[in-house]
């Protein structure tokens, strides 16, 4: 086997590790589940934080993983991912729509947006590709949020909640309620959250393993997209992200 730098192997071990947590992790986690002293991870970690390779969530003292491996591996994913597998889908929900769509993954206390199309009318929802959006103020990222383990929110989620509107769920025990009727439902909405002019809908995106790793959704004027709006287009919405959840290997338990 030939020579490998021990520095940088501790390093890879680190990322390969947090990339298996669904949640945001510490110094004394990673050196409980590794054979590395708290002064070893400390080091490492803040030279992957240099590098850009992780972050450190607002308000606590957890890393994060950044989108930096998602870009060296773009040239993967743009063969494999949820990119392509996401492609058709996402245009037939624009053609159907006629409204902005949105893809979108956790990024600490944010969702990314990995892609995006546009919407043909004049007046449309502003947004841009790889823009963050606050998680609990938007659609895609209330998808993810309702489906993240109880244990792992509080590490998730901004303490506070920041109030962007009047209708952002700045109350966590309304997220709460709110992220309970995303699980029942199959979709979120937002109606306001963030920018009050805009209403948006989504569905999650499940992969091989069971987990929701991306929220796909559509977005528009709020003048539009009212409720009433919103609710009739839930079915395409949820129907392309089943679609897509099939593509990338997911299969649905059977029931008993």
Not at 113 to 139: C, E, M, N, W
Not at 196 to 209: C, L, T
């Amino acid at each position: 086997m030939p020579n490998i730098d021990k520095t940088l192997t501790k390093g890879l071990a680190i990322l390969e590790r947090m990339s298996k947590l669904d949640h945001p992790v510490g110094v004394s986690e990673l050196a409980r589940s590794s054979n590395l002293t708290k002064s070893n991870i400390h080091r490492l970690l803040q030279s992957l934080r240099t590098l850009g390779y992780i972050t450190q969530c607002r308000n606590s003292t957890a890393y994060e993983l950044t989108p930096k491996l998602w870009e060296i591996g773009s040239a993967y994913l743009s063969r494999t991912d949820i990119h392509s597998a996401a492609f058709d889908d996402m245009h037939s929900l624009g053609r159907a729509t006629k409204e902005t769509i949105h893809l979108s993954i956790l990024d600490c206390q944010d969702v990314i947006y990995i892609g995006k199309i546009d919407s043909r009318l004049p007046i449309q929802a502003y947004s841009r590709l790889g823009a963050r959006a606050p998680i609990h103020a938007v659609a895609t990222g209330k998808v993810i949020l309702a489906h993240r383990h109880f244990d792992t929110l509080e590490e998730i989620l901004p303490d506070p909640l920041v109030p962007y509107t009047k209708t952002t769920l700045s109350s966590k025990e309304l997220l709460m309620e709110d992220l309970e009727l995303v699980r029942k439902n199959g979709y979120a909405t937002n109606m306001g959250e963030w920018r009050s002019d805009v209403n948006g809908i989504a569905a999650p995106i499940w992969n091989a393993s069971s987990e929701v790793c991306v929220g796909i959704g559509i977005t528009g004027p709020a003048e539009r997209l009212d409720r009433e709006a919103l609710l009739d287009f839930a079915p395409i919405v949820v129907q392309a992200a089943k679609n897509i959840s099939q593509k990338i290997g997911y299969i649905r338990p059977r029931r008993p």
